[in-house]
């Protein structure tokens, strides 16, 4: 296996990706974080109880991890009938998926408003519903063929994810398998997801009856009957366990780690699995990274900092798996409840990432592409030299590949209109010059090569903030930019003038605030 390209960069492992991309899914299930991972623990428990072989037991491990991550696929469809698909996925663990009880359970869900309106639904859903739902099938199972594509897992797991849908009984999709045709990995799987749920929300004994009813439908009997039997072994102290930890561990004989080039399809697959939540950000996240980095280059970064930022344009929309398609879809004004959960993305991208040190670096910046130099953006409100360079060309980067883009409520903004709302951001403190000249150069702008600056601050003059700011006296400021000791009181006098304060403090404060200073050692 050849070396990882950047050594001195931490090293990611298949295992550690896959698992991060478990805790996106939770999110499309609307399910709490690492419900997948405490599955994954059952299931690899039921795997060993019910003597699997040593291959199929190591299979489980990314076959739960990876059995649901196409959920994002039909969540455009799902919201059109149902409002919030997060929500119905997650209300749908409470019924068995098949049969009378399935569709009681979709007209109960039909999101029609009014009373007229459910009743229109509902006959429209009576007509074509069912044929969209067995549409959904297909689309889930082709969603993770092709997510797991760009993982390179194992042969054997990938054999298997197409069944996720299938059901012992022979009523599930879209290939009607049934009983042993279903692959035994699967079959564990399927037990696994259904029961963590379970035991989580009605505790033991809910689990155990929740098992005895789907035995023989839903789920293999012979697994529910290792299952129950051995169930103090299999469900013991699930609670406690450090979930990610025994995942990874238990991922070692099939694991490996990523060489650059897979790490880099990786992310690309991170990407467009985000951008599956909805037909409006369809290869948003890959054009905004391609922008995003050949701004860094041309604000001469170093490659290690273009790394990040091209990598955490990639990842930086993975917590929109969390939020309704409804939402993301909605063609006019959000609620401020709505508003409020479009401003968890970043949050939520920087917890799925979070728990591998190299990929935590693609989330953090990531989580800081809506932070603004002047402290007005989120999640944190973060201002100046608290946002490091890879985040603010990041920032501009997603702000004028957004504008550039079709929503839902609004036509794309033709080039010229982008590119003035982002020079008015610079000019209200709201986007950093040097970043926003330099996506705008790379998006085929004609930049001028003297840039406005925040409060109309002068090259020289932002040359003697940065030293009056840091305690200098005029005297000391003329030695260091060889100036006359009058031309810097003149310079000083414009500044205060300019920013609208008075003391060398609040002067500070401000540019701080709008990221006129780099923080130095």
């Known amino acids: 296996m050849t070396a990882p390209a950047v050594p001195d960069e931490p090293v990611v492992r298949l295992a550690e990706v896959v698992a991060a991309l478990s805790l996106a899914t939770d999110l499309g299930l609307g399910q709490p ?3 997948v991972l405490r599955q994954t623990v059952i299931a690899s428990r039921l795997a060993g109880a019910a003597g699997l072989s040593e291959d199929e037991r190591a299979a489980t491990f990314y076959v739960s991890l990876l059995a649901w991550v196409g959920c994002v696929a039909d969540s455009h469809e799902l919201a059109r009938w149902f409002g919030d698909d997060t929500r119905v996925r997650g209300a749908s663990y409470a019924v068995d998926r098949a049969g009378l009880p399935m569709m009681r359970f979709l007209l109960g869900q039909l999101d029609g408003g009014s009373a007229w309106g459910r009743f229109t639904l509902t006959g429209r859903f009576l007509i074509n519903g069912f044929r969209d739902m067995m549409a959904s099938l297909t689309a889930h199972c082709q969603a993770t063929a092709v997510t797991v594509a760009g993982f390179h897992v194992p042969e054997q797991v990938q ?8 059901r012992w009984d022979g009523k599930g999709g879209p290939g009607g398998l049934a009983g042993t045709q279903i692959e035994a990995v699967m079959r564990v799987a399927h037990i696994a997801s259904e029961t963590e749920v379970a035991l989580r929300i009605g505790g033991f004994d809910a689990a155990l009856a929740m098992l005895r009813e789907r035995s023989g439908s839903q789920f293999d009997p012979g697994l529910v009957d290792v299952c129950r039997a051995r169930a103090d072994d299999i469900f013991a102290d699930i609670d406690g366990e450090d979930a990610w930890a025994v995942v990874i561990a238990g991922c070692a004989p099939l694991d490996r780690p990523l060489i650059e080039s897979e790490l880099n399809d990786a992310l690309d697959t991170l990407a467009d699995y985000a951008d599956l939540k909805s037909p409006w950000f369809t290869g948003h996240s890959r054009a905004v990274s391609g922008l995003a980095e050949r701004a860094a280059i041309r604000m001469g970064l170093p490659s290690a900092e273009v790394d990040i930022v091209r990598s955490a344009g990639l990842v930086g929309r993975l917590g929109t798996i969390g939020v309704s398609a409804a939402v993301l879809n909605k063609p006019g004004p959000l609620s401020r409840m709505e508003s409020e959960r479009i401003r968890t993305v970043p949050y939520l991208t920087e917890r799925i990432l979070g728990r591998q040190s190299r990929l935590a670096q693609f989330g953090a910046v990531a989580a800081m592409a809506y932070e603004r130099v002047n402290g007005s953006g989120y999640p944190r409100g973060l201002s100046g030299s608290a946002i490091p360079r890879t985040a603010r060309v990041l920032a501009a980067a997603v702000a004028y590949q957004a504008m550039r883009s079709p929503r839902p409520y609004r036509d794309p903004l ?17 986007f950093d010059p040097a970043a926003a000249a330099a996506v705008l150069a790379e998006a085929g702008h004609q930049v001028p090569r003297r840039q406005s600056s925040i409060a109309g601050l002068t090259g020289r003059e932002l040359e003697v903030l940065d030293l009056l700011v840091r305690g200098r006296s005029n005297r000391q400021i003329a030695d260091a930019l060889t100036l006359s000791p009058k031309t810097v009181g003149s310079h000083v006098e414009h500044i205060y003038a300019k920013t609208g304060v008075s003391t060398r403090g609040a002067l500070a404060m401000f540019a701080m605030r709008n990221g006129l200073i780099e923080a130095r050692a």
């Open 414 to 430: 033709q080039p010229a209109a982008a590119a003035a709302v982002l020079l008015d951001g610079v000019r209200a403190g709201v």
């Open 159 to 166: 054999r298997a994810l197409p069944q996720v849908l299938e």
């Open 33 to 35: 974080q690492e419900h």
